[in-house]
């Protein structure tokens, strides 16, 4: 496929209000698309690249090129020279990732070569959102866009499923079955404002501890045990303690959803950043694994000795769990199985209040009758923390004054957008410790698309835990809404951008 196409879609697809509209040019493109070119071409329509990051800054891209005059770059032409300017390192490594991007740039028309500036520099925000492209594949290929959805769930992929969906048609969707060592995607939480609320909203439910941990997802076959994060990338190597937990129940085969947590000898868990780092590190598992053991805590089965759980309700997930895995690796739960009920709501109020005690951060309200749906920020689990936090994209960040001259400071917070983008809500540089504002303007100088004399501008991909006292109008900012009195809590690089708190979420919380 020529990138002409693909430069073209996205370009009609940013410029389309109608969700059919946007729909149906997808799905025009899929059609079109050879399948092994499959996951390139919805990776670039998401505005992200398959290298992720080419090492590639915004003066190199500024540098005018002359534009080809007709079109012939193939899309996994483009792929291939990307790939090769990624790995590009040693001595003069920056003046040949010029004179390869300049050789690319010039082998592309002026629309591709707008379509690329946007791509390499984070900037590409067309609105071809995964639900859309979803939907565009269904179409192409005349299947329900529920089931390519749920496959996607279990092939963790959306490229995955087309490339297979393109090759084969609606056949190859029993591929894509739950299977021990494929990760599937987790399911995620709404937010709700306070215990009551989550009760009244969801009728029979279980109230979890909300743990301040690192989300991990666990597959055994025999001995043989693997766990994936919440991006589902491999970290089975960097948590010996998990693997041996594991080996120690009684089933050959299975999927385990949790969380992984440093506690204290009294029980409470430690900062996230420690249990971040520790999760983190590639280096020394040994001597890391002595210095700060992690607990693994498990909330839910997905899969054991070959029955798949996902559709059975939330209850019965759960019984299979306690028959399985011990207490002592199981989250604290209290089940509300008639909320309306003032006892049973004095309850779930004291479980609450016992959890912020033990140190967590809140619980998960969870309906007892919902199945798993991977993948998903279902409406039926709600997650209450007492304290207003939300998980924003850092947008752009400014030049610090006086101590903190030369760093970058004062963050411009962005949300999720439906069309892909994202809308800034405010400001902030309060929070932040010397050592975060040391992380961060290494971190920020690698992702700056743009240097302004007040700052940078980023591409939109470092996910940052803000508290705030609520949200207020402000006609300063494209969703009329800012943030009360944001201060850093954290940086979360366990969670993509996709997965940030979205402007609905926000306009939700004002009062």
């Known amino acids: 496929m020529l990138l002409a196409d693909v430069a073209r879609t996205s370009r009609e697809v940013a410029q389309s209000a109608a969700r059919s509209r946007k729909v149906s040019l997808l799905a025009q493109l899929f059609r079109a698309t050879e399948p092994e070119q499959a996951p390139i071409v919805i990776t670039y329509l998401a505005g992200r690249l398959p290298q992720r990051r080419i090492g590639v800054g915004w003066s190199t891209l500024a540098e005018p090129v002359p534009a080809a005059a007709e079109p012939r770059l193939d899309v996994a032409e483009v792929d291939a020279a990307l790939g090769r300017i990624a790995v590009i390192t040693g001595k003069g490594a920056q003046s040949e990732r010029r004179r390869q991007v300049r050789e690319l740039m010039s082998a592309a028309t002026a629309d591709e070569q707008r379509f690329l500036l946007a791509l390499i520099g984070g900037e590409l925000r067309q609105g071809a959102l995964d639900a859309l492209a979803v939907e565009g594949l269904a179409a192409a290929v005349d299947v329900p866009a529920q089931e390519v959805r749920r496959a996607v769930m279990l092939g963790g992929s959306l490229g995955a499923v087309a490339e297979v969906l393109l090759d084969r048609g609606s056949a190859a969707l029993t591929d894509f079955q739950l299977e021990v060592g494929r990760p599937v995607l987790p399911m995620l939480a709404h937010t709700a404002k306070s215990v009551d609320e989550a009760l009244d909203k969801l009728g029979p439910c279980a109230i979890e501890e909300k ?284 969670k993509p951008a996709a997965e940030a708190d979205t402007v609905q979420t926000v306009l939700s919380l004002r009062t």
């Open 211 to 494: 743990l301040d941990g690192i989300r991990i997802q666990v597959h055994r076959s025999g001995e043989t045990v693997r766990i994936y994060t919440r991006t589902l990338d491999e970290i089975t190597a960097r948590l010996p303690e998990v693997v041996a937990a594991v080996r120690q129940l009684a089933a050959d085969r299975l999927v385990l959803d949790g969380e992984v947590i440093a506690l204290d000898a009294g029980g409470r868990p430690r900062p996230f950043q420690e249990t971040a780092g520790r999760v983190g590190s590639r280096l020394d598992v040994v001597g890391a694994r002595a210095a700060l053991p992690l607990s693994p805590v498990f909330f839910d089965l997905l899969s054991v000795n070959g029955r798949d759980l996902l559709a059975l309700p939330t209850a019965d997930r759960h019984a299979e769990l306690a028959r399985l895995v011990p207490e002592p690796l199981r989250v604290r739960r209290l089940v509300a199985d008639d909320p309306r009920d003032a006892e049973a709501r004095q309850a779930a109020r004291e479980f609450t209040e016992a959890t912020l005690a033990r140190g967590h951060e809140g619980v998960l309200v969870k309906a007892l009758d919902a199945p798993y749906r991977a993948g998903r920020r279902g409406a039926s689990w709600l997650k209450v923390k007492p304290v207003h936090t939300l998980d924003l994209v850092v947008l752009a960040a400014e030049w610090g004054h006086g101590r903190r001259t030369g760093k970058l400071s004062n963050l411009h917070l962005g949300a999720r957008r439906p069309d892909g983008g994202f809308a800034m809500l405010g400001k902030t540089f309060k929070g932040l410790t010397d050592a975060m504002l040391d992380w961060q303007t290494d971190r920020l100088r690698e992702l700056a698309v743009r240097t302004e004399p007040w700052g940078v501008v980023v591409r939109p991909e470092l996910v940052v835990e803000i508290a705030f006292d609520g949200v207020q109008r402000s006609p300063r900012y494209p969703e009329g809404v800012t943030l009360r009195f944001a201060r850093v809590l954290r940086y979360r690089e366990d």
